[in-house]
Structure formats: C-alpha cells, structure tokens
C-alpha cells in the first residue's frame, strides 16, 4: 500500500472507524543489538493491509508511549481526540499494562454516544507469528462495530466493560473483575 494511502482506508458501504495510536507493546521494534524495546512507527496500516480489511478507516498516531510512563495528560490528549472525532466508533491501541487505567479515565469524563474499544498486545507485531497483537486487533475491530456506546478493553478475543476487566499478572490474561456466576 502506498504511503500516502496508508492513513486511510476507504471502503464507502462501511460506517468509518476511527483508530487511534498510543504506542504499547503493540508497535514497538527490537533492537538487535542492544536487545532493548524501541518505537519507530506504527504497524497497523500493514496489519489492516494484510488482514484484507474492507471496513473505512482513519488511523491517526497520538503518541508512541509505553503504558507504564503514560500520564495523565496523555490520557487527555486521547480523550481530547476521542471526543472530536466524528465517528462514533473509536479504536484505540494501547500498552496492556495501562490499559485498564486509561478506559477508567475516559469513562469517568463521561464520554457518551461513542462506543470506545481499546486494546494492545502482550507481543510486539515485529516478532511475527508469536505475537497476540494481530488476533486482538481484529477481535477489537469486530468488537467496535457491534458493541452498544461504551467504553471497552478487547484482549485475547474477549471485551470487556471498563469496571468490569483486570490484567492478571500470574498468566498474563485479561479476566472478568467480577464473573457472572
């Protein structure tokens, strides 16, 4: 796909979905010779591109953040973008170890008549098949068109509401706070 082409994917019978980058684990690179963890750009105009994507979408990078040094002010900057967006459909990549924090903070400012997935990766992309991030990608964008507005974190090919959802740090998973018994 063309550069200038990669921000937008245009495909007039599908209501545009608009996707917003953070950063995370989802878009970082390895270094190969220091073994450190780094970001350069984001791959989701690649992953849409390979995963045949034929909905309409909108891609715009935030930041390029880990989640453990995201502050406050960056979360204002997403709900800034979320709240100005004109579509009603709102996709967020986003570091899994903040995650739940941040869908907390867009909740609690009241963002209303928007349905607000988030999501990320355990794996980076770059690492190939071995990464999570492609599989949660397509669930949360599945997730995004179906869901009623709200605010929702989408890992491991389940959503979550926001007060209902924490990152177990034993196995890695997203799990329900509270399961329906």
């Known amino acids: 796909m063309s550069e200038s082409l990669s921000s937008l994917i ?9 996707v917003f980058v953070t950063g995370g684990t989802f878009d970082k690179e390895y270094n190969y010779i220091s073994g450190s963890l780094f970001f350069q750009d984001t791959h989701l105009p690649q992953m849409f591109e390979r995963g045949r994507c034929t909905v309409e979408i909108n891609i715009k990078t935030l930041m ?54 988030l999501t990320g990766a355990m794996v980076p992309y770059a690492f190939g098949t071995s990464s999570d991030g492609f599989f949660n990608l397509g669930s949360a964008l599945a997730f995004v068109q179906t869901l009623p507005f709200g ?10 509401p926001w007060d209902n959802v924490w990152k177990n740090p034993k196995t890695g998973y997203f799990e329900e706070l509270n399961p329906a018994e």
């Open 64 to 117: 390029m953040v880990d989640s453990l040094e995201m502050t406050d002010s960056d979360r204002e900057i997403i709900a800034h973008n979320i709240r100005r967006a004109s579509s009603n459909k709102i996709l967020v990549t986003h570091g899994t170890d903040r995650i739940v924090h941040t869908a907390q903070y867009l909740a609690h400012l009241g963002i209303s008549e928007k349905t607000v997935v």
């Open 151 to 160: 605010i929702y974190v989408a890992m491991n090919g389940r959503f979550f």
């Open 10 to 18: 245009s495909h007039p019978s599908s209501p545009m979905i608009q």
